[in-house]
């Protein structure tokens, strides 16, 4: 986990590295400065010697100086490295997540990811600033003091076999039961992000049925889980202070008491009590240094089991031996006895044995009730997701024979949620065709019948959509996003449902556009109205993720009973 994670340091290596270097001189000032200091009193002041005493204050106050410089240093390089190494975990992270299909998505859900991302890299990147600083100063500081302690009066420096051993014991005991609490903590922050964005993403209907207090009253409840979850966590680790402090001020009142009587006695000498008294003090801080950073690894342990957990995550889809020269003739599709589920459980299936041809250029309507797996049916074309068993061709190849990118490009999707980004209404269109020219944008919004609300906006195609495209209404975003997968000039175009929020009117000008403007594209149109896919060359009826049946509409109204129903219950509908 460690080296997955040290990987990330990269091109900030140096910074990692200078920054020990410089806490190491500072530790080594810090350590020589008390033994100056004693020399000054025991023979300097107490010799009576005035120059002797100047020029060790000078040397005394230079290595205070170097001291005080090697921990600015460590500070800045730290700094540099910490925020450097943040920065490529989450760019690692963020590259992986553009990897996953959807069920790895589905099974990290999107609010967790979020934490991963924010939380829980800042709480490894806290952590790793604190090692390359503290895990050299605190364990070199605690060596060089107890030296310098022992070479001063072994006999005195006996206090600590009595108060590490305790410390150590006292810790261990500590970070075991703290690491799970961290890892409930997490999850609840997990929990309050989902809260949070299902909120934000549903804040109009949230207003429209006046739901804020009830809204509020569940962040709230998150929120107090968090705040327990943290509480429960940190009265744990909290022990660790007052138990240092306690072990220190005990540690110093012994060294007092049996230094002083060795001062009376004649063996020890007044600055060398002092010193000893500093190095114990300078000892005992290290310790606290090092539980301090045994804390926070153990805060963070919890942190970098999560984020290693997202870069061992393979995905579902993967390409690895596919050809990357191969790429689909036309927009010929074949369905050659295809089941899927979602649980990847034959049990459980959510389309069953599916065997359909499509030919290339057809218009297909797609046509049943919900829960019957239209739109499974369409993601499975550009390996949004895996077949379960069976195999789909497109152009004549198995879709998994293509790079994912190459099958994707020939395949534009028009998806029943229509995300918009932030940017201008070009900037959006782009993502069909980075290289598009203005007029080519313009023939595909006039195709999707968005042309002539976009020139009515008084920046037109520079109008800035906000984030989400919430400057525009739905109708107008299902346009624009018709208009985007255009833009890609594909082999096949689905469009799941994407006409929904447009009149009967708008809806029938896009379809005839289709007809006359995409001749040799396959379009696949999944809608609720048979008025949008009458028109159609072919129409598949599902059910509950079986094929009832798949012909024109002429001979569906004939012979198949489900879409004899549907039609009756709409036209009576619009009669009505």
Known sequence: MLKKLLSCVGEYKKYAILTPIVMLGEVIMEVLIPLVMA???????????????????????????????????????????GMGFAKNVRKKLFDKVQDFSFAN???????????????????????????????????????????MAISINAKLAMVFL????????????????????????????????????????????????????????????????????????EKIVIL????????????????????????IGGTMLIGQLSSFITYITQILMSLMMLSMIFVMTTISMASMHRIVEIFDEVPDIADYNADPELLPEDGSIVFDNVSFSYAKDKDKLNLKNIDISIRSG????????????????????????????????????????????????????????????????KDNLRWGNENATDEEIIEACKQAQAHDFVMSF??????????????????????????????????????????????TATDAKIRHAFKTELADTTTIIIAQRISSVAEADRIIVLDDGNIDAFDTHENLLKTNKIYREVYTSQQKGAEE
């Not at 993601?379 to 990118?405: A, N, S």
């Open 39 to 81: 020399c000054i009193v025991d023979y300097g002041i107490g010799g009576g010697d005035t120059s002797y005493t100047v020029k060790m204050g000078l040397l005394m106050a230079l290595m205070a100086i170097f001291s005080l410089a090697c921990g600015a240093l460590g500070g800045k390089f730290a700094a540099k490295a």
């Open 105 to 147: 998505v589905d099974k990290f859900s999107t609010a967790s990811l979020v934490t991963r991302l924010t939380t829980d890299v800042t709480n490894v990147q806290n952590t790793f600033m604190m090692i390359i600083r503290m895990a050299v100063r605190a364990p070199f500081m605690f060596l060089f003091a107890l030296i």
């Open 162 to 233: 009595i108060a590490i051993p305790v410390l150590v014991v006292a810790m261990v005991i500590i970070i075991s039961k703290a690491f799970p609490r961290f890892e409930k903590m997490l999850s609840k922050y997990d929990a309050l992000n989902s809260r949070v964005q299902e909120n934000l993403i549903g804040i109009r209907v949230v207003k429209a049925f006046v739901r804020e207090k009830f809204e509020g009253e569940k962040f709230v409840a998150s929120a107090d889980d968090v705040r327990a979850a943290q509480v429960n966590a």
């Open 240 to 263: 660790g202070q007052p138990l240092m402090q306690i072990t220190m001020y005990a540690c110093i009142v012994a060294v007092i008491y049996f230094g002083g009587n060795m001062v």
């Open 362 to 425: 057809e218009t297909i309507g797609v046509i049943g009730g919900t829960g019957s797996a239209k739109s499974t049916l369409v993601q499975l074309i550009p390996r949004l997701y895996d077949v379960l068993d069976g195999r789909i061709l497109v152009g004549g190849y198995d879709v998994r024979d293509y790079k994912i990118d190459n099958l994707r490009n020939e395949v534009a999707m028009v998806l029943q949620k229509n995300v918009l980004f932030s940017g201008t209404i």
């Open 458 to 503: 008084p920046d037109g195609y520079d109008t800035d959509l906000g984030q989400g495209g919430v400057n525009v209404s739905g109708g107008q975003k299902q346009r624009l996003c018709i208009a985007r997968a255009l833009l890609k000039k594909p082999k096949i175009v689905i469009m799941d449902d994407s006409t929904s929020a447009v009149d």
